[in-house]
């Protein structure tokens, strides 16, 4: 059941629990009633606790070989081949690729959404290919999940099946799984062996995927999608290839969202036209990192973890596909300075980037914005409820970081 496609032929044998599932906690979900957030008649939506199960998840290649190819990684002081095999590498050269001691990398076998911006594939395409070598000139490449947590073709037949013998709360889960590469090998944990303008390439063609992806999921008569897209960046934190790639999960369930989203939510409704983001200074500006002409970087006053960096346009935009080239391009620049920033004073490697979208269809007030979260240890309370705890105080961290950027900050010009 690669790429999300559960078929006649991939079905025989498997029962119904073989495939994603979505599972809302009975215990922390209810229904929506903000008309805004979704709320319609024909359909009954939630927000709370839920989970998606799928088995293939497991199935995902290592794309770390050995404790001296981890370590490999992590020392970006030396130069890394760009020819370095990986897993994608048969997808970039279109054939079947293998290592040294002639194990199989990959078969090449692929679906590509966008190619840079252009479009290729059809987000709903039903049969994997092997594509022609990709050109050197592409930068980055945006790919269908060969091993997602949601299903994106269903036979109809064998939907009626599963969905006959699964209980009423648990539901095959259905959506698209995105991957976006560099089309060259740059390691993920060296934010500065990548160009700025690969790195900008990546947020341009997960861009041009996501509006092919709903403009197609929208022609089949889906509709409130949430989506979201976020950068593993080591194992620690569940990257588990070693080339620079970004992820985007698109829930085509059509049955609601999270809590935490349903708190950005509510807080962006109750703000008005008074939204925080475009009005605050952060804690009187001691807590900004850098601000430029299209993006302000801060330390969050409530971190989920220690040196948590908070970003947003200085635009009032809802959607990270609303993002323009010249942001993009800004964005770009200042996440691998801020991120070369925070090695240089030895914060952990391992980090998500997460963006934080309003919702497609939503007619509710929303500010874009990201995280950068460093990996740590998580504590026992912390699990009970949506609280963290941190040591380090948001404006000494934003200090910290603030001066290990200013030698970069000083080369570029803005
Ligand atoms: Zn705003």
């Known amino acids: 059941m690669e790429w999300g496609i559960i078929s006649k032929e991939n079905f025989v044998g498997k029962t119904s629990y073989d495939v994603p599932i979505k599972r809302w906690d009975p215990l922390s979900t209810v229904t929506i009633r903000t008309e805004d957030f979704g709320l319609r008649k ?4 939630f927000y709370g606790h839920y989970a998606y199960i799928s088995p293939i998840r497991g199935k995902r290649p290592k794309g770390f070989t050995s404790i001296e190819e981890k370590k490999q990684f992590y020392d970006c002081s030396k130069k890394i081949s760009l020819q370095h095999k990986d897993v994608f590498t048969a997808i970039t ?3 079947p690729i293998y290592d040294d001691r002639g ?6 076998f692929t679906m590509i959404i966008a190619e840079d911006e252009k479009r290729k594939d059809n987000p709903f395409l039903e049969i994997p290919h092997r594509n022609q070598r990709i050109s050197e000139d592409c930068k980055a490449l945006t790919l269908i999940n060969r091993y997602p947590s949601m299903a994106r073709i269903v036979d109809p037949d064998i939907e009626k099946l599963i969905t006959d013998k699964l209980p009423l709360h648990i539901k095959l889960s259905r959506g ?3 991957v976006t590469i560099s089309r060259n090998f740059y390691p993920s944990l060296c934010f500065n062996l990548i160009p700025e303008d690969i790195l900008a390439s990546i947020f341009l063609s997960m861009k041009a995927a996501i509006l092919y992806c709903i403009e197609e999921a929208i022609e089949r008569d889906f509709y409130d999608i949430p989506i979201s897209p976020f950068f593993n960046i080591g194992l620690k934190v569940g990257g588990s290839q070693p080339r620079i790639h970004s992820q985007v999960y698109i829930d085509l369930n059509m049955d609601g969202h999270g809590s935490r989203l349903e708190g950005h939510l509510e807080a962006f409704k109750e703000m008005g036209d008074n939204c925080h983001l475009c009005q605050t200074s952060h ?10 002409k299209f993006w302000t970087f801060f330390t969050t006053g409530s971190p989920v973890r220690n040196y948590h960096i908070r970003f947003h346009p200085n635009e009032h935009l809802r959607r990270f596909s609303q993002l323009k080239v010249n942001q993009i391009n800004d964005l770009a620049k200042i996440l691998k300075v801020i991120l070369q920033g925070m090695d240089d004073i030895s914060i952990d490697k391992n980090r998500n980037i997460l963006f934080n979208c309003c919702p497609y269809h939503y007619d509710a007030n929303f500010h874009l914005f990201g995280d ?3 990996h740590e240890i998580i504590g026992g309370a912390e699990m009970v409820d949506d609280m963290r705890v941190a ?4 404006h000494i961290a934003a200090s910290e970081i603030r001066n290990s950027i200013e030698k970069y900050v000083n080369e570029i010009e803005w």
């Open 42 to 45: 024909e359909r009954i939506k």
């Open 93 to 95: 050269e279109g054939k």
């Open 103 to 108: 194990k199989q990398l990959g078969d090449g």
């Open 176 to 178: 698209i799984n995105l």
């Open 283 to 292: 804690g009187d500006s001691d807590r900004i990192i850098i601000k430029t």
């Open 372 to 374: 950068i979260i460093p």
């Open 391 to 394: 040591r380090k105080l948001p």
